[in-house]
């Protein structure tokens, strides 16, 4: 059982390029979020879905954009890359969008933006 | 809106000592609390929740925490650390209010001395 697996796991671009972040479950899962960790700062909420075709804001979702097509799978999608932007990127996903449900998290993608 | 914080980025004892991890929160409901672990180069997984209920709740690898509604705490404690506990430890809330979104605190990195 994979679980929830992030492509790739390193990155780096340059100002002003794009890219897509990949996130894939095979649980099932109806909640799937976006976090970013930087140092000091905790894991911050950039995007989340309660299900297929339904996002939402997080703390965080200036510079970002998501989509959610499918069940599985949960895209992020920087547009114009800023060196803000440089941060180590979690997708995380649970069974329902109720919130005592615990996350799952993938291994993460480093991304730096030069 | 809910928030987390947690006293003290970094907490150091000796093996086989008492951990002490402090985590507040503020939420406007009775919030859902949460504490994660993450190992090095990893994504966070669960080591132990409260939803509703006994306010005294145990975890995984011999953590536990107490949740207390007067003091809006929920401490992470361990009776015995042991060098395997060395971690960086996040507290997280959530609740209903303004989305569906799980909150965590900015991380507490552990450090386990022999």
């Known amino acids: 059982n994979a679980g929830v697996t992030q492509t790739p796991k390193f990155q780096v671009l340059k100002t002003g390029q794009s890219m897509t972040l990949q996130c894939a479950q095979d649980?099932?899962?109806?909640?799937m979020s976006w976090y970013r960790q930087d140092p000091g700062m905790g894991l911050r909420l950039i995007h989340y879905?309660?299900?297929?075709?339904?996002?939402d804001q997080g703390e965080v979702p200036n510079g970002y954009n998501v989509s959610r097509s499918t069940t599985e799978d949960f895209p992020l999608r920087l547009l114009s890359a800023a060196p803000s932007q440089t941060s180590v990127y979690f997708c995380?996903?649970?069974?329902?969008?109720?919130?005592?449900?615990?996350?799952?998290f993938g291994s993460g993608t480093q991304l730096s933006v030069l | 809106a809910q928030s987390v914080t947690q006293l003290g980025s970094h907490v150091s004892v000796s093996e086989g000592a008492l951990v002490l991890l402090r985590c507040n929160y503020s939420?406007?409901?009775?919030?859902?609390l949460f504490w994660y672990v993450q190992y090095p180069n990893q994504g966070l997984q669960l080591l132990l929740k409260?939803?509703?209920?006994?306010?005294l709740v145990k975890g995984i690898n011999g953590f536990e925490a107490e949740f207390k509604k007067s003091e809006t705490s929920f401490h992470l404690t361990k009776p015995s650390a042991h060098m395997s506990d060395a971690a960086e430890y996040f507290c997280?809330?959530?609740?209903?209010?303004?989305?569906?979104?799980?909150?965590f605190g900015a991380g507490t990195r552990l450090f386990v001395k022999a």
């Open positions: 995380a996903s649970s069974y329902s969008w109720m919130t005592n449900e615990k996350l799952f």
């Open positions: 649980m099932n899962h109806e909640y």
């Open positions: 879905s309660v299900g297929a075709g339904i996002t």
């Open positions: 939420s406007s409901v009775p919030p859902y």
């Open positions: 409260y939803t509703t209920g006994a306010t």
């Open positions: 997280a809330v959530s609740d209903h209010t303004g989305g569906f979104k799980t909150i």
